[in-house]
C-alpha cells in the first residue's frame, strides 16, 4: 500500500498528478479496533506489521469498507458483522455492551491545494438487528451513487478495486490464463462495466452495417435498374426519333405527291380550258347544224304532207274520164317526180348531217373525256 504525507514531496511521476493520496484511517468500533482509532498519517511507503490476528487484515476491510466495498467481500456476511464485539480480553471489571453502530472515516489530501475530504461510512444496527450504511462527504450525507462518483472522480475506482492489492491476489492473477487476464485488466481500468454498453453498441454496428450492406446491395440492384431504365429511355427516345422521321418523310412524301397531283390538275385544266376553246366554234357549228336539220324536218314533214295531200287530190280525179284526167295526172306526176326527187335529196342532207351530227358528238365526248 503505497500512500503519501502532506510533508513528503510527490514521486516524480507524471500519473502522481492525477491522484489524492491516503493521509489517515479513523476507525470506530470496526471489526478488532474498540473505540475510536487513528490510524496514520501514512507515508510515501507504509509497511504494516505483526503477528497472525493482529488486525493487519482489519486494516484492508477498514479501507475497503469506506470505500464502498460489499460486507460479502470483508470476510462477514451482514454488515452488523463488522461491528466490534467485545471479547475475553476487554476489562472484566467494567460491565461490556455490544456497540450499536460503527463507523470508518478515509482522509484523503489534496497535494495541489491542500484541501482535505473526509469520506465516511457508518453502520447502525436496527431494531430488527439489521445492520444499514451512511454515507457522509466532509460530514454531509450522501447517497451511495454520488459517494462512489466522488470517489471515481479521484480516480478511486471501487468496482474495479484499483485501491489495495488484497491478500494472494498477486499468486491467483499469476495463475490465471490469458482470457482470465484480459477480464481482470478491464475489470481494473473500468472497461469491463462498459461491457454491456459495448455488446448494445456492437449489436447497432452490427445492426447497422447489416442495413448499410442491404442498402449498398438495394442501391446497386437500384443503379443497375436506373442503368437499364435509362438504356430503354435512349432506345424509347432513338425510336420517338425514328418514328418522327418516318411520319415526317410520309409527311414529304404526300406533299410531293399533292404537289405533282395539283401541277398535273393546273396542266389538265389548262388543257380542257384549250379544249373547251376549240369546242367551242364546233359545238356552234352542232348547234347550226341541229338547227338546219330541225328546218330540213320541217320542211321533210310539209312535203310529206304535200305528197299526201296530191296523192289524195290523184285519187279523187281517178273518177273522171281519162282524157279529163290525162293532162292533170301528167302534171301531177311531174309535181310528184319532182317532190320525190326532192324528198331524197333531203333524205341524204338528213343522213348527212346525222352522220356529221354523230362525228361531232363522237368528239364532243372524247374532248370532255
Known sequence: MVQLDRQDSPPQNPLWLFTMPLYSVEVDNFKSYKGVQTIGPFKHFTAVIGPN?????????????????????LRSTQLKDLIYKPGELDDSSISQEQPKKASVTAIYVDHRNGQQYRFSRTITVSSDKSGSS???????????????????SHNILVKAKNFLVFQG???????????????LIDQISGSLELAPEYERKKAAYLEASKNSNDTIARRR????????????????????????ERDESIIHHLLWKLFHIESQINEHLGSIQSKNETLRPMR????????????????????????AQTENEL??????????????????????????????????????????????EKELASLRR
Open 169 to 183: 491476489d498477486v499468486e491467483a492473477i499469476a495463475s490465471q490464463n490469458p482470457k482470465s487476464l484480459s477480464k
Open 134 to 152: 451512511v454515507y457522509t462527504i466532509n460530514q454531509k450525507v450522501v447517497k451511495l451513487e454520488d459517494y462512489l462518483a466522488t470517489l471515481e
Open 284 to 307: 356552234a357549228e352542232t348547234a347550226e347544224l341541229e338547227r338546219s336539220v330541225a328546218a330540213a324536218r320541217r320542211e321533210y314533214a310539209h312535203v310529206t304532207k304535200d305528197v
Open 315 to 360: 285519187k279523187l280525179k281517178e273518177k273522171y274520164k281519162e282524157e279529163e284526167k290525162l293532162p292533170r295526172l301528167v302534171d301531177c306526176e311531174e309535181k310528184l317526180k319532182h317532190l320525190q326527187k326532192k324528198r331524197a335529196n333531203e333524205e341524204r342532207a338528213m343522213l348527212n348531217l346525222s352522220k356529221e351530227k354523230a362525228a361531232k
Open 221 to 244: 440492384v437500384i443503379n443497375a435498374e436506373i442503368k437499364d431504365f435509362k438504356q430503354q429511355k435512349t432506345e424509347m427516345e432513338k425510336y420517338d426519333l425514328l418514328c418522327r
Open 53 to 73: 490476528g493482529a488486525g493487519k487484515s482489519n486494516l484492508m476491510d477498514a479501507i475497503s469498507f469506506v470505500l464502498g466495498v460489499r460486507s460479502a467481500q
